[in-house]
Every structure is written in C-alpha cells, then in structure tokens.
C-alpha cells in the first residue's frame, strides 16, 4: 500500500502523514535504491540480489547468552556458551544480532553513523526487528546506549537513538531515548582486548536520575549499533539495573566476530 494511504488508514497525526507524503513523493523523484549499492530495486528498503547474497545474516549456532556467533555448534558445548560467557556471565540477560559486522554490514552501518546517512535507521530496524523478535516481545521499554555529549554535539544525532526510535514505531514498545547518560567521553575501543575494553566503560553509563521511576521493575532493551566484546552494553545493563530495572537485553545491528570461534 503507498504510504501516505496507509498513513491516512492508520489515522496517524499530521507530522506522520506529511512524512508519509514526503516518502511518497520521494519515491516517484527518486526510484528506491538498494540500501548499500546504487542498484535500483523495486521497493525502498530491499537489498539488491547481489547484496542479499553478500549478506551475513546472523544465524544459530549463536551463544545463548551474548548471541556471538558460533563456527559450528559444537563450540558451544553442552550449555551454547562461548568462552567469554562460560569465564563470567555479563549483566544482560541475552544479546542478539541482525548482521556479522562484516564489509557488507560495514557499508551499511558507516555512513548511517557518520555521513548522515539517517534514512537507513529504518532498513536496519527492521532487520534487528526480525534477529530480535523473541527479545521485543518481552520487553517493556527501548533504551539505546547514549553518547557523549561533545560526541553528540558533533555527529548530531545519535545513531542507536534513531534505532530504537524506529524499532518503536514498528514495535510499538515505548523508547526512553534518554535513560542513560554518558558520564565521561570515552575513547574508541578499537582494538582493545576485552579486559581493556571492560576498564575503559567501567562506570561510564549512569541512568538519568529523572528516569530512574520509568526503569523500575521494567524488563529493558538495550538498542545498539555494533557489539564488539560486549563491555559497552555490559557497562549499561549494570547501570540499568542498579536502577532498579528488572532485567536488561541487548539487541544491535552487528556483532563483531569473536577471534577465538574463528
Ligand atoms: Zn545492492
Ligand atoms: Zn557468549
């Protein structure tokens, strides 16, 4: 159905009908475009076949806590865990993943997180919607991981915002973008070692003491876009639930491969 009829069916408020027109007439200017090529696709938001088959979905064998994939099944052994979750459990409860942070998954989430590439938040919401579906129908509240402020001041927008803003709409579980807080810049974790990375978020995260009432006994998503080793959304769950919250799951577009399950 064209968007701005289904706009007008779904009765949504003005701001959502205009957007929905905007999209209609961007549309016929522009023909949807596949999200990381310039191949022309008959709807906006597909992949082109050939990005399609160079995309790595991401599929079981997973860890059953961190969802970091898995070579075969038997890495995990007889609990699914991989090595980082059998040394020490993390604060969250599960994490999951749409894509493996691959050059594919690259050419999307880059220029969405620093070339203004916004548009694509919706493309890759709704493929963390389909990774993450298990994890959306228990969850009471979307946060996403917060930036700096000086970070924010100069990207603009924070890009696990606009996620979890799009995984809203389509969810209808209600966002609380600004929960937590960055309490000092961190440095990029590059390629830290997991016990470095786990020093430098260590006491990063802190929820807002305005939201904490929000958080209280609520089963949190944490919405991110990459997970490398997990100490980011580990530094958060921690926060989340020291505020009360009743449990914290992860859900972000990419999940960086683990060297050891290689
Ligand atoms: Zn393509
Ligand atoms: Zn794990």
Do not use: W
């Not at 915002?161 to 309490?183: E, G």
């Amino acid at each position: 159905m064209p968007a701005l009829a289904e706009a007008i069916l779904r009765r949504l408020p003005a701001s959502g009908i205009i957007a929905a027109a905007g999209r209609v007439a961007l549309d016929l200017l522009v023909p949807p475009h596949c999200p990381t090529c310039d191949q022309e696709v008959s709807v906006q938001g597909l992949f082109c076949a050939a990005c399609f088959a160079r995309t790595g979905f991401v599929t079981d064998p997973v860890c059953t806590v961190c969802g970091v994939m898995f070579a075969h099944a038997a890495q995990g052994g007889t609990e699914r865990l991989c090595p980082g979750c059998r040394a020490a459990l993390p604060a969250f409860s599960r994490a999951r993943a749409a894509f493996r942070y691959d050059a594919q998954a690259r050419r999307m989430i880059l220029p969405f997180k620093h070339a203004d590439r916004t548009e694509l938040a919706g493309v890759l919401a709704r493929h963390m919607a389909r990774a993450g579906a298990a994890l959306l129908a228990q969850a009471d509240l979307l946060v996403p991981v917060p930036l700096h402020r000086k970070r924010l001041f100069q990207r603009r927008y924070n890009q696990a915002a606009l996620l979890a803003r799009a995984l809203s709409r389509s969810s209808k579980v209600p966002v609380l973008p600004d929960a937590l807080a960055r309490q000092r810049a961190t440095p990029p974790l590059g390629a830290r070692s997991a016990a470095e990375r786990a020093a430098t978020v260590d006491g990063a995260f802190a929820v807002r003491r305005a939201r904490a009432a929000r958080l209280a006994g609520r089963r949190v998503l944490l919405i991110d876009d990459v997970m490398t080793s997990g100490a980011t959304a580990n530094a958060c769950a921690l926060a989340l639930l020291d505020a009360g919250a009743a449990d914290v799951t992860v859900l972000v577009t990419a999940r960086v491969a683990d060297p050891r399950l290689a």
